[in-house]
């Protein structure tokens, strides 16, 4: 029978050759003969770590602590195993137990740069991403989160620099040159950001061709049939649809395949011939060339100062629009004879993607609590609509139940209806999800709430958006801090809300810096 010692090099063996499943049976039969090897569940946790097992990684390696807690080894993989799993707190914590004990262990301080990157903590990810550069110079990964650390804190000269030496170090690797895409894109470097981006499809490992189609890349389409389909978000669906209506222009016939929740909206989108989901999406006619919908930018040809953004590109439907305007009591008889309070949407939440850290950290980051929102409810004159789904919207109940805020959401089924709904708000103010894109979109007055860290789409330093002429940003000055964001807000708000309300189109476009913002819907329904 083979020694403790004999049974480790064989397994060690074949996990360095990613034998994984063999090396697990291994450790497991050492961990059987000897329950107290420490080092044989950390491997164990490192295989199912390995494997995509986090929350399992995170307990066999938490064992592995628990008989060795001076070890930095086992408490710098259990700080990257809970990382893994999204619980950034708790692996900030036992990376920081770990370089306690040894300030320059191996990895640590990278990991703890990412992992407070992760957490929103920009500025201490930046400091301790420096530091493990310097303790490694040519470490690929933390250069690369070096680099989106420094674009993420507003530091794009060197944050360019740090994504061009990973990129440098791993040439045929596509994720920092996505990374540089995006610092470009933010940038409103375009020329140069669109064609980076289109590597995003080397970094997931798909294809942007489907069913064997070319791609369109901007030549001539006049008599030729395209399919568009959506490969990210609803937001990211909601704002590049903008692009159908030139295809048809052009002289294509335009099919599209959609998320359900937008096929019965985005049917009125001019110029699309026919719409579906990827479960119907065999009946379709045959097509002859397709795009993802977020790169008809770059097959566009697209520069910031040229963006489409025109007349509204989506229209609510004239029906569900009167029957939500009857629901809400909004058609009353005489109703605008006088003045009545400005209608008002509110969205303070995103999507929280639990199954995904990555998506889940970005929305605690741009999501605000409902406690922030609650006091613009109680500004004079106006009447607050809460367009919030999800769990969020329990929040909201005691000022439901106070009367402050009105909730058509339980019965609304997809976004056909939420158009219908805003279609009769004054302005809608939402933190950044796809709310924003559609009630820009159909070109009501949005103010949109952006974290420090905002994604490309918005820019650096801009309180109006090139996308959406009736929008306007309000940006958090630093990480994590809503205060003085909503205080402007409020501000704003209860200037708006002065005044006679046959001048809420003027009163909009004059208070604050941004875009002019056309008329609301008074009257309408």
Request: glycine share 10%.
């Amino acid at each position: 029978m083979a020694t403790i010692e004999e049974a480790y090099t064989v397994a060690i063996d074949h996990h360095q050759a990613g034998r994984l499943d063999e090396a697990a049976i291994i450790y497991q039969r050492i961990l059987d003969a000897d329950p107290e090897q420490a080092h044989a569940v950390h491997l164990l946790g490192i295989v199912a770590g390995q494997q995509g097992r986090h929350g399992e990684a995170v307990a066999l390696i938490g064992a592995a602590v628990a008989r060795d807690g001076l070890n930095t080894d086992f408490l710098g993989n259990l700080g990257a195993a809970l990382k893994a799993a999204g619980r950034y707190d708790e692996a900030i914590r036992h990376f920081a137990r770990a370089l306690a004990l040894e300030p320059a262990a191996r990895g640590v301080p990278g990991n703890l740069g990412s992992a407070l990157a992760a957490d929103g903590r920009i500025d201490e990810a930046v400091s301790w991403l420096r530091r493990a550069a310097a303790l490694d110079p040519v470490h690929f990964e933390t250069l690369l989160n070096l680099g989106i650390a420094l674009r993420d804190a507003g530091q794009f000269d060197e944050a360019e620099t740090a994504l061009e030496t990973a990129k440098s170090l791993r040439p045929d690797h596509p994720h920092p040159v996505c990374e540089l895409a995006v610092l470009k894109l933010a940038l409103g470097e375009f020329e140069e950001g669109l064609a980076l981006y289109e590597r995003r499809w080397d970094y997931t490992g798909q294809s942007a061709a489907v069913s064997g189609k070319p791609l369109w890349r901007g030549e001539d389409i006049a008599g030729k049939t395209i399919l568009l389909y959506y490969e990210q978000g609803l937001g990211d669906a909601l704002q590049f649809v903008r692009y159908a209506p030139l295809l048809a222009d052009r002289g294509a016939r335009v099919l599209l395949i959609v998320q359900p929740e937008l096929r019965r909206l985005l049917a009125s989108v001019r110029g699309i011939d026919r719409l579906a989901t990827y479960e119907d999406a065999a009946a379709l006619p045959r097509f002859d060339l397709c795009c993802p919908l977020m790169s008809l930018p770059f097959a566009f040809g697209t520069r910031i100062d040229g963006i489409p953004s025109g007349e509204p590109y989506i229209t609510p439907s004239p029906e569900l629009a009167a029957g939500w305007a009857g629901r809400l009591g909004w058609n009353r008889s005489g109703e605008f004879a006088g003045k009545r309070p400005l209608r008002v949407g509110f969205v303070w939440s995103g999507n929280p993607r639990r199954h995904d850290p990555t998506s889940h950290a970005m929305d605690r980051r741009r999501s605000v609590p409902f406690a922030l929102i609650e006091p613009l409810l109680s500004v004079p004159g106006i009447e607050a609509v809460s367009l919030q789904v999800g769990n969020a919207a329990e929040q909201a109940r005691a000022a439901i139940a106070a009367g402050l805020l009105t909730d058509p959401m339980a019965d609304v089924t997809d976004f056909a209806d939420t158009a219908a709904i805003a279609a009769h708000l004054d302005l809608v103010i939402t933190v950044d999800t796809s709310v924003a894109h559609l009630a820009a979109g159909t070109g009501r007055p949005v103010w949109m709430l952006s974290r420090a860290d905002a994604c490309w789409r918005w820019f650096r330093g801009r309180s109006d958006s090139p996308w959406y002429p009736t929008m306007r940003l309000y940006r958090q000055d630093s990480p994590g801090d809503w205060g003085p964001v909503m205080a402007r807000v409020a501000h704003d708000l209860a200037a708006v809300a002065l005044g006679d309300r046959n001048c809420v189109e003027n009163r909009l476009a004059d208070v604050g810096a941004g875009s002019s913002f056309p008329g609301s819907t008074e009257g309408a329904g």
